[in-house]
């Protein structure tokens, strides 16, 4: 329920073994190990750990090539295996005996090889494509030249047949000769023969004709033998990638399993890198800088104290140094630390909010839903999770826990997926437990959950101002405690107070009658007075001008972070009622549709039960989401904005990382 206090050490080590202690450093899991950067060193990565991170882009890539060939069947079993299971002695054996640099090597190149029979493959094919569109053509291919005399060209002439004779004429009166190869529909093919004297005028007419010229100068022989060339050695390099891709296979069937545990390697083996290659070293000894926290202490020396050539110093942080910060809660407030690390964790000397956080969370999500049927299925899937997915206990907790209090929300305002038990007859036994009625049905109802939102608003806030209070007075902020948070919850207090006293609380249907005396106004106004002038006196008191300061006060009293502020904090708890009703009402409207159409004959059940299935799976989706990220604006906004600041660095523990496989010691 606390920050955990750590110490920082400077571990030097002789470099025999520097490699020996961080791997069991590593191993223990219970130290922030970085290396030591004396503040005049600027740190630079060494060539040691961009080689790593090449490799393993190397390694991926191979991995990601072997799964482009695999058989659907292999990559599908593949896609449920999850990690590797594998004894550490044979992990440890297979990492030092395969030479990956040479089957890493032979996949790239394979790859790169097909890649180079596909290109072929496409440019042989455009080509056949191509000589495939000229082969009326039989003669040779290279009578189709220019000479100094005369040009022969192989032309294609596509256009309406009334057109063709026109174009022919035109041929012969602009002095080219042509013979027709073949006329398929309208397409004609023809040989066109000029002499060079008449080249101008020719070349000027056949630019206005739609005439495509065969471009065949890097081919000899006949179109026919050319194709029948091209064919040939389109089959060799379609054979050739079908034999290197079975190769690849082979390959990868062979060497995937030791990719994956080289990679898992690689990237476990990332962190030691880099703090072997920024780690201050001298010609015999490397320094590092380790935190831990105190109740570990004495089981770090234990461990570290089987190296002999290894000495450990307890130091000072450095100015402006930030302390990692280390949260210690309980196992119930420890799935909610999840809660604060989104924020920011606290920092060193701050207190630690989860386990307040973790019961206003709890109520605020439970209202959210207000559905004890959707509690009842949380719950199920926890208690699935903690029996069948491994490393999840801990969501499984906190989902129990959120279907826990789900169901008690739900059942103090008779939900029970949306109004299913109305359907079912059996109504009467789940409203003997509604003892806040059914918003749904009733406006005493309503209102009593919108009394509750309220309520909870004003009970967080002031909880908030009471912790900044105290953990003012315990870190000895005096003028803190009694001049900023003090004043406030006074204020707040007596407001609430004379509210509730007031006929203003009955119109406003908050309560039903005035819970206090109208008398009691009397009395709270002077205490509530000298809260208010300390606000505007001491509120800006860095200020150096009264003047500005008492301007300052006035505003921090009513607008900036005051009575305004507040008031709005209290509305916005109103979202508790809003998400509630929301989650019922399209609970109830789902329900009513899906009975509504049971009155199909024959298929009516069916669609009864599809209907209740997959609305009542759409509304737990959508509205768990409104719900888990409204109730965090809560208390990140409202309640946080009270007592808490954030912003800590987090500690990282030096500690092994296995993505892709799971060590068996």
Not at 546 to 571: E, K, P
Not at 605 to 624: E, R
Not at 649 to 661: D, G, I, Q, S, T
Request: net charge neutral; glycine share 6%; hydrophobic share 45%.
């Amino acid at each position: 329920m606390a920050v955990a206090r750590v110490t920082k050490l400077l571990v030097a080590s002789h470099k025999t073994e520097e490699l020996r202690v961080l791997k069991h450093l590593q191993s223990k899991s219970i130290a922030e190990v970085k290396p030591y950067i004396p503040p005049a060193i600027t740190p630079q990565e060494s060539e040691s750990v961009a080689e790593n991170l090449k490799m393993i882009e190397q390694t991926k890539k191979a991995l990601d090539i072997i799964d482009i060939y695999k058989e659907k069947e292999v990559k599908r079993i593949a896609s449920k295996a999850g990690k590797i299971v594998i004894e550490r002695q044979d992990y440890n054996t297979i990492i030092n005996t395969v030479d990956f640099q040479s089957i890493i090597e032979d996949i790239l190149n394979y790859e790169n090889e097909i890649k180079f029979n596909d290109s072929e493959i496409y440019n042989i094919e455009s080509k056949i494509k191509y000589l495939k569109k000229w082969q009326v053509y039989k003669g040779k291919i290279q009578d189709l030249k220019s000479t100094e005399l005369y040009t022969i060209k192989l032309v294609y002439l596509k256009t309406k047949r009334q057109a063709v004779d026109k174009i022919l004429k035109g041929l012969k009166e602009n002095n080219i000769a042509y013979e027709t190869i073949d006329i398929l529909n309208d397409s004609v093919y023809l040989i066109l023969a000029y002499h060079n004297d008449f080249k101008e005028e020719a070349d000027n007419y056949l630019k206005e004709i739609p005439f495509e010229f065969a471009e065949l100068s890097e081919y000899k022989d006949t179109i026919t033998h050319n194709i029948q060339q091209l064919e040939k050695s389109l089959e060799y390099h379609k054979s050739r990638k079908l034999n290197i891709i079975n190769l690849l296979k082979q390959l990868g069937k062979e060497n995937e399993k030791n990719l994956i545990i080289f990679l898992d390697y690689l990237e476990s083996n990332l962190e030691i890198e880099n703090v072997l290659s920024l780690r201050l070293s001298t010609e015999y000894a490397s320094f590092y800088t380790v935190w831990i926290k105190e109740s570990d202490k004495t089981k770090f020396y234990k461990d570290i104290s089987k190296f002999k050539n290894i000495e450990i110093y307890e130091v000072a942080p450095e100015e402006g140094e930030e302390i990692p910060i280390v949260l210690e809660n309980k196992p119930l407030f420890k799935p909610f630390e999840v809660i604060i690390n989104l924020y920011g964790v606290p920092k060193y000397f701050e207190i630690d909010p989860t386990p307040f956080v973790s019961f206003f969370f709890l109520i605020f999500f439970g209202l959210c839903l207000t559905d004890a049927g959707y509690g009842l299925i949380f719950i199920g899937i926890s208690i699935y999770m903690f029996f069948k997915i491994k490393n999840s206990k801990k969501f499984a907790l906190l989902i129990f826990l959120l279907g826990l209090f789900t169901i008690f929300a739900g059942a103090l305002f008779n939900g029970w997926f949306g109004d299913l038990p109305s359907y079912l007859k059996i109504d009467n036994f789940f409203a003997k437990f509604a003892l806040f009625g059914d918003p749904m049905k009733s406006d005493s109802g309503a209102m009593n959950f919108f009394r509750l939102a309220l309520l909870l608003g004003v009970v967080q806030v002031l909880f908030g101002l009471f912790v900044r209070f105290f953990d003012s007075l315990k870190r000895k902020e005096i003028k803190c405690a009694f001049l900023d948070t003090l004043p406030w919850i006074i204020i707040v207090v007596c407001l609430v107070i004379m509210l509730l006293s007031s006929n203003a609380a009955v119109n406003m249907q908050i309560v039903d009658s005035p819970i206090f005396p109208a008398s009691i106004a009397k009395i709270l106004v002077w205490l509530l007075i000298p809260s208010a002038l300390i606000i505007i006196l001491f509120s800006a008191r860095s200020e150096r001008s009264w003047g500005f300061r008492l301007f300052m006060g006035f505003l921090n009293l009513t607008i900036v972070n005051g009575i305004t502020s507040y008031l709005g904090d209290f509305l916005s708890y109103i979202r508790l009622m809003a998400l509630g009703l929301v989650t019922a009402g399209i609970g109830v409207a789902i329900n009513k549709i899906a009975f509504q159409l049971a009155g199909f004959p024959i298929i009516g059940i069916i669609i009864l039960i599809i209907g209740l299935i997959f609305g009542h799976i759409f509304n737990i989706g959508i509205n768990t989401l409104g719900g888990f990220v409204h109730t965090l604006r809560l208390q990140y906004v409202e309640f946080f904005s009270k007592f808490y600041e954030g912003g800590g660095k987090a500690f990282e523990p030096f500690k092994e990382e296995h993505k892709y496989v799971v060590l068996l010691d």
